[in-house]
């Protein structure tokens, strides 16, 4: 009962930091999907950005929800002659194309056939041209020849949009794997799902938009000079010394202290840094302006949205310092926390008297040579407390 509590308790954690992660993640559809989390695309729309679940709960149609997944396409996989008679080694497939999510994994399987008279030791395989972020590992399912391994790659998150690799931060990149010592390669081709593709939505001068704007992605895209969630205001007609249209609030200050107002518009400060930056209507969020762990913003395991980390996958907390990795709070029965604990950010907090790492240890408990010391002392040499029962 216990065990099935704290495992309750687990996911309740878990969803719960996925809500959140997704709702500051909600300014727009690429920022949504890269944080794992799925868009809805309908004008109507109260919530956004959140999990499928949630969205359809809050009234949004699955037409309206773009929630991406990773695919695997076999491009080339030939059969090939025996090879005793032509290559000593064949690959099948020969050439895969892979659409990845970041933070999600995909595999698929390779298949090593060698010459009859070839060795058939464990293969070592070689990468090469490999992005940064991407990881790709390889396990064993079948030995002997032909030989099965699972292939598995995974994206650790989008690259940011910065300088001139803007181009091609999404792939597709060529990743050759080669077993050691041989010619043979399968070619992989990877393509990161890190941006909307939500031109099929688009409406010209929408109602939604008040006839002023485009909808795009479900959000209106307002036409010159009008603004607003609904492009309801026009700017031609507000006052330079207007500036309650700056604030966020009657006694707010004018763009949150971080900018000035030009015609009813507030106008960021720039930063020392270009990499930092204020944004927002009333520039009231900043990326830069996060919690901090080990000295490092987001603890190195997110990014700052509007003064709050969104974490990358398996990792929450304020600052992204929990990690939700569980291997190391594994007892030796393979229960977390040895079913007397709950495993948090990787470590165990024990229920009393437990302890250890693992809540293995119980120095106050009664163990079983203890509860029974009397009746071995009596039936043994026939003394102590029970000798005469």
């Known amino acids: ?28 559809c690429d920022e949504c999907i890269q944080a794992g989390c799925a868009w809805c695309n ?38 090939g002659a025996d090879p005793a008679d032509a290559e000593p080694l064949l690959l099948q497939p020969q050439e895969v194309s892979l659409h990845l999510r970041p933070g999600v994994r995909e595999s698929f399987p390779l298949t090593i056939s060698k010459a009859t008279d070839h060795p058939t030791p464990e293969p070592i395989m070689n990468l090469s041209n490999v992005p940064a972020g991407v990881q790709v590992t390889f396990s064993s399912i079948t030995k002997g020849n032909p030989q099965l391994l699972q292939v598995s790659v995974e994206a650790a998150q989008c690259p940011r949009k910065s300088g001139a690799s803007n181009q091609n931060r999404t792939g597709p990149w060529s990743i050759l794997i080669t077993p050691r010592g041989f010619s ?4 992989l081709e990877i393509t990161l799902l890190c941006e909307c593709n939500c031109t099929g939505s688009h409406e010209e001068n929408s109602p939604a938009c008040s006839h002023h704007g485009t909808v795009v992605c479900g959000q209106c895209e307002c036409y010159v000079p009008y603004f607003g969630k609904q492009c309801q205001m026009n700017g031609d007609f507000i006052s330079p010394q207007y500036e309650d249209l700056c604030r966020m609030g009657p006694n707010a200050p004018v763009c949150s202290g971080r900018g000035i107002c030009v015609e009813g518009f507030c106008e960021c400060n720039r930063r020392a840094d270009p990499n930092e930056m204020y944004s927002g209507r009333y520039c009231e969020c900043s990326n830069f302006d996060c919690p901090h762990h080990n000295n490092r913003l987001c603890g190195g395991n997110g990014r700052c949205a509007c003064g709050r980390c969104v974490c990358n996958s398996e990792w929450i907390g304020s600052a992204c310092n929990c990690s939700t990795e569980t291997a190391s ?13 709950v495993c948090e950010c990787g470590k165990c907090h024990c229920m009393p008297p437990h302890v250890g790492a693992t809540c293995e240890e119980c120095p106050d408990c009664v163990d079983v040579c203890q509860d029974h010391a009397a009746c071995m002392e009596c039936r043994a040499f026939r003394t102590g407390a029970k000798k005469d029962t």
């Open 329 to 341: 709070c594994m007892a030796k029965n393979q229960m977390l926390c040895n079913g007397r604990g």
């Open 184 to 187: 043979v390669s399968l070619k």
């Open 1 to 28: 009962m216990v065990v099935k509590l704290l495992f309750l308790w687990l996911l309740f954690c878990l969803s719960w930091a996925q809500e959140q992660r997704c709702l500051q993640s909600a300014s727009s």
């Open 42 to 79: 309908s004008p109507q729309a109260h919530i956004r950005c959140a999990t499928t679940e949630k969205l359809r709960s809050t009234g949004c149609h699955g037409r309206h929800i773009y929630n991406p997944s990773g695919s695997i396409q076999v491009v080339k996989n030939d059969s």
